[in-house]
């Protein structure tokens, strides 16, 4: 892969750090001002809409990106159509996230914040398309400082109303700030690199067919992640009411947060898969087995750290948050199953084994659906939390059956000897920070648990020096090649 986009991938990927960190010290301080009740119908009118943002995209910006990529002649057109054809999912999802709001029966305060995020979610999805679009032309840093700045309006908007006058639906008129800035901002880039021409919606029948059939996987795809994402809370807002999930959103908050890690390696590995799938089956299994590594290697001391400190970590959110300090303790381990799911879904896409993916995607969502129906009437948000344990360790381990049927005479026992003693190195280190945060405090004892982890990784060998160059060689060249033996 180019320099420039191994440039453009680690553009994206710090203004990525900057707008998790930004939007997660932002949230904390809603969490603070609002409390509980407040914060949970913030974060409950948020989630519906985000639902229905699939509904709003329907799958047509992933088809924009690859065909701008493969056909950069013919972008203008294309944007027009998929504009156009944008514009009736864009409003049916306005209207799917209202009535939602309405059927349920939620209170006059939701419903009006649905409403005003809704517009958020408009906005959101023009920016999405055009992002699109320059995604496709390998200009990610526009994307990188939009996000950036569009999330640090957001903050200082939402800051001034906390202080000022804390009332959610401006709290959620800050969120619309930063997206017009977004919608504005990547607009403007396009017509810049395109023409003013590119702006212009315009209809083509048959061509809208061709997009939609294009976009189908995607958007089923998109819908099947954003509802096993997001329907904990809108099973916890009528089992249990809105504080609850203003409690859960914070254990939510702690966990996600931490997605982005294992995405620079995707980006990178992805190539790599590509290119080797069909042709040399050794080398596959070698580069899913170190991905593997890696992302074990992130995802378990996060994991154990977490739940380590997690009474101080809930703390941060201010007074009537506690009861969230369980519920971070099991739903973070969420995190081991979707980091190594990172892996497996490259695998399989690289191996145009898309819809296998999808169905799993489908499975998954019905479990996530059915757990919490079951468990958040008697367990409240601690079922919330098992509910998405349970339906990511299958998401995972279902994607993993397949792998055999991409990598022939793929071993199940070369990942569990790399993984097990990364496993057990965080796990002891977990226990050492959990016995050591009472009497030194958590803030000496991540650097403590850290240094830890480091020497019970290299006590086990679970740190061969040869992965280690291979780490580097990945970030720094941005190819997935691991070609430095």
């Known amino acids: 892969m180019s320099q420039s986009v191994a440039k453009n991938t680690l553009y994206l990927t710090a203004a990525s750090i900057g707008q998790k960190v930004l939007a997660f010290v932002y949230f904390l301080f809603v969490a603070r001002v609002m409390k509980p009740e407040n914060t949970g119908a913030y974060f409950l009118a948020l989630s519906i809409t985000t639902i229905f943002s699939v509904v709003a995209d329907a ?25 156009w054809l944008k514009i009736p999912f864009m409003l049916l999802g306005v209207i799917a996230a209202g009535a939602t709001a309405r059927l349920l029966h939620y209170d006059a305060q939701v419903q009006q914040l649905v409403w005003i995020a809704s517009v958020v979610m408009l906005a959101d999805a023009i920016s999405l ?33 906390l202080v000022l006058h804390p009332t959610l639906p401006l709290l959620v008129v800050a969120l619309l700030i930063g997206s017009l800035f977004n919608m504005l901002f990547s607009a403007y880039h396009v017509s810049r690199r395109l023409g003013s021409d590119v702006l212009r919606p315009t209809w083509d029948a048959r061509q809208a067919q061709t997009l939609l059939r294009m976009a189908l996987p995607f958007a089923l795809a998109g819908i099947f992640v ?54 040399d089956t050794q080398r596959l299994a070698e580069l899913f087995n170190d991905a593997m590594w890696y992302v074990a290697i992130l995802a378990a001391p996060i994991s154990f750290g977490i739940w380590a400190i997690a009474p101080d970590a809930v703390n941060l959110a201010g007074e009537g948050y506690e009861s969230a300090a369980p519920v971070l303790q099991i739903l973070v381990f969420a995190l081991i199953p979707i980091f190594l799911d990172f892996p497996v879904g490259s695998l399989l896409n690289a191996a145009d084994r898309q819809l296998t993916k999808t169905a799993i995607m489908g499975v998954t969502m019905i479990i996530n659906v059915v757990c919490n129906a079951i468990l958040i009437p008697g367990y409240g948000t601690i079922g919330a939390a098992w509910s998405a344990v349970i339906s990511f360790t299958f998401l995972w381990i279902a994607g993993m059956y397949f792998v055999p049927r991409v990598i022939s005479r793929y071993r199940y026992s070369d990942l569990f000897k790399r993984v097990t003693p990364i496993v057990l190195s ?14 030194l405090g958590y803030v000496l004892v991540i650097p403590i648990a850290g240094i830890a982890y480091v020497v019970l990784l290299l006590l086990t ?25």
């Open 226 to 279: 954003k509802v096993y994402s997001y329907v904990d809370s809108v099973f916890l807002s009528k089992f249990i009411g809105t504080a609850a999930v203003g409690v859960y959103s914070i254990a939510y908050k702690f966990t996600y947060a931490f997605q982005f890690l294992p995405m620079a390696f995707v980006a990178a590995l992805y190539p790599g898969m590509s290119a080797v799938v069909g042709k």
């Open 426 to 439: 965080a796990f002891a280190m977990g226990l050492l920070a959990a016995y050591l945060r009472p009497m």
């Open 129 to 161: 398309l055009f992002y699109g679009v320059l995604r496709g032309q390998h200009a990610l840093q526009f994307e990188s400082l939009g996000l950036f700045i569009g999330q640090t309006c957001t903050a200082i908007f939402g800051g001034a109303v």
């Open 461 to 485: 060998k679970s740190v061969p020096e040869q992965h280690l160059k291979h780490a580097v060689a990945l970030l720094r060249r941005g190819n997935g090649s691991f070609s430095e033996k």
């Open 59 to 83: 799958g047509i910006t992933q088809v924009v990106i690859r065909e701008v990529a493969k056909k950069p002649g013919e972008a203008v057109s294309l944007v027009r159509r998929a504009l």
